[in-house]
C-alpha cells in the first residue's frame, strides 16, 4: 500500500492540463499512457469525494478497457473510495503530467493483495514535457525541415528523428556537412507529414556521422529548439504521441 503524500496540482498546471491539444480520446492512447505511468512507477493522487489517496497504477487490461491500482494507506479513505461513483486521478512526476476521470472502482485481489480495479477513461489529459524522449520519424514521406542558415543558404533536409527538445537532420548538401556547433538557424519550417507544420529556430548542437547499410558516410545534424513556442510545443507533443502510438499501439 502507499504511505506517500503528493501536493496537489496548482491553478497553473490544471489550467495546462485542461488543454484540448493534450486530450487523448482512442482506447490505444489511453492505455499507452496508463502502460507508461505503470512501467515508470509514478504516483497519482485519487480525488473523490470523501477524500483522497495516493496510489500507483499496477496493470493495465486494454482488452477489458480496464487498470488495476493500489490501495491507500487509510481504511476509511479505501472504504469512501469503494462508495464513490466518480474518481479524478492526477500524476506530477517531473516532466509528465496525466490528468483524468472514472469510476467507480471495486476491490480485487492483484497478485495475491487487495487492489481497486476501475474502467479505462474515455477522456485522459497527458501532457509530456520530458527531456526528452526522442522518437523516430516515417522513412516513407519522411518529415523535413527547410529554411535558411545564417549566410542565407538554403537548404531541405530529411528530418531522421524528433523530440521536444528539438531533431536530428539528415544531410543531403555537401555544404552544410560542416555546419559548426553553435550555428544558429532561424525560421526553419518543419513539415511533418499529415500533422502538420510549425516554425522553429535550431540551434546546432550535435553535428556527426552516421554510416548507411551501402557504406556512405552521412552527415547527422543534432539540433536543439531555441525558444519553442507554445502552439509549435503542443504540435510537437501531439505527433510525438501519435508516432509512439503508431510504433508501440499494436503491443499495448
Same mark, same amino acid.
Given at each position: 500500500?502507499?504511505?506517500?503524500?503528493?501536493?496537489?496540482?496548482?491553478?497553473?498546471?490544471?489550467?495546462? +492540463?485542461?488543454?484540448?491539444?493534450?486530450?487523448?480520446?482512442?482506447?490505444? !492512447?489511453?492505455?499507452?499512457?496508463?502502460?507508461?505511468?505503470?512501467?515508470?512507477?509514478?504516483?497519482? %493522487?485519487?480525488?473523490?469525494?470523501?477524500? =483522497?489517496?495516493? %496510489?500507483?497504477?499496477?496493470?493495465?487490461?486494454?482488452?477489458?478497457?480496464?487498470?488495476?491500482?493500489?490501495?491507500?494507506?487509510?481504511?476509511?479513505?479505501?472504504?469512501?473510495?469503494?462508495?464513490?461513483?466518480?474518481?479524478?486521478? *492526477?500524476?506530477?512526476?517531473?516532466?509528465? =503530467? %496525466?490528468?483524468?476521470?472514472?469510476?467507480?472502482?471495486? &476491490?480485487?485481489?492483484?497478485?495475491? *493483495?487487495?487492489?481497486?480495479?476501475?474502467?479505462?477513461?474515455?477522456?485522459?489529459?497527458?501532457? =509530456?514535457?520530458? !527531456?526528452?524522449?526522442?522518437? #523516430?520519424?516515417?522513412?516513407?514521406?519522411?518529415?523535413?525541415?527547410?529554411?535558411?542558415? #545564417?549566410?542565407?543558404?538554403?537548404?531541405?533536409?530529411?528530418? &531522421?528523428?524528433?523530440?521536444?527538445?528539438?531533431?536530428?537532420?539528415?544531410?543531403?548538401?555537401?555544404?552544410? #556537412?560542416?555546419?559548426?556547433?553553435?550555428?544558429?538557424?532561424?525560421?526553419?519550417?518543419?513539415?511533418?507529414?499529415?500533422?502538420?507544420?510549425?516554425?522553429?529556430?535550431? #540551434?546546432?548542437?550535435?553535428?556527426?556521422?552516421?554510416?548507411?547499410?551501402?557504406?556512405?558516410? $552521412?552527415?547527422?545534424?543534432?539540433?536543439?529548439?531555441?525558444?519553442?513556442?507554445?502552439?509549435?510545443? $503542443?504540435? +510537437? !507533443?501531439?505527433?510525438?504521441?501519435?508516432?509512439?502510438? &503508431?510504433?508501440?499501439?499494436?503491443?499495448?
Amino acid at each position: 500500500m502507499i504511505a506517500a503524500t503528493l501536493p496537489s496540482l496548482d491553478a497553473d498546471r490544471t489550467a495546462t +492540463l485542461i488543454d484540448e491539444c493534450y486530450a487523448q480520446r482512442h482506447p490505444l !492512447q489511453i492505455a499507452l499512457c496508463l502502460r507508461s505511468l505503470l512501467s515508470r512507477g509514478d504516483f497519482l %493522487t485519487v480525488e473523490f469525494e470523501g477524500g =483522497q489517496i495516493v %496510489t500507483q497504477v499496477l496493470d493495465v487490461d486494454s482488452r477489458s478497457a480496464r487498470f488495476v491500482f493500489d490501495l491507500g494507506c487509510s481504511d476509511s479513505s479505501n472504504a469512501a473510495l469503494a462508495r464513490a461513483d466518480a474518481l479524478t486521478l *492526477r500524476s506530477q512526476p517531473s516532466g509528465i =503530467q %496525466t490528468e483524468f476521470t472514472t469510476g467507480p472502482a471495486v &476491490k480485487v485481489l492483484f497478485d495475491g *493483495r487487495p487492489a481497486f480495479e476501475a474502467p479505462m477513461p474515455t477522456l485522459l489529459y497527458y501532457v =509530456q514535457r520530458r !527531456q526528452y524522449y526522442r522518437v #523516430e520519424t516515417p522513412l516513407v514521406n519522411p518529415f523535413v525541415a527547410h529554411g535558411r542558415d #545564417e549566410a542565407g543558404n538554403a537548404f531541405h533536409f530529411d528530418v &531522421k528523428n524528433l523530440s521536444l527538445g528539438g531533431v536530428a537532420l539528415r544531410v543531403s548538401d555537401d555544404r552544410f #556537412e560542416t555546419a559548426e556547433r553553435g550555428g544558429v538557424w532561424r525560421g526553419v519550417t518543419l513539415r511533418m507529414g499529415p500533422f502538420g507544420e510549425v516554425s522553429v529556430d535550431l #540551434e546546432i548542437a550535435a553535428p556527426r556521422y552516421e554510416l548507411m547499410q551501402t557504406g556512405e558516410r $552521412r552527415a547527422i545534424l543534432g539540433c536543439r529548439f531555441i525558444d519553442l513556442s507554445g502552439c509549435a510545443e $503542443r504540435a +510537437l !507533443q501531439r505527433t510525438i504521441t501519435q508516432l509512439e502510438l &503508431k510504433h508501440l499501439g499494436r503491443g499495448v
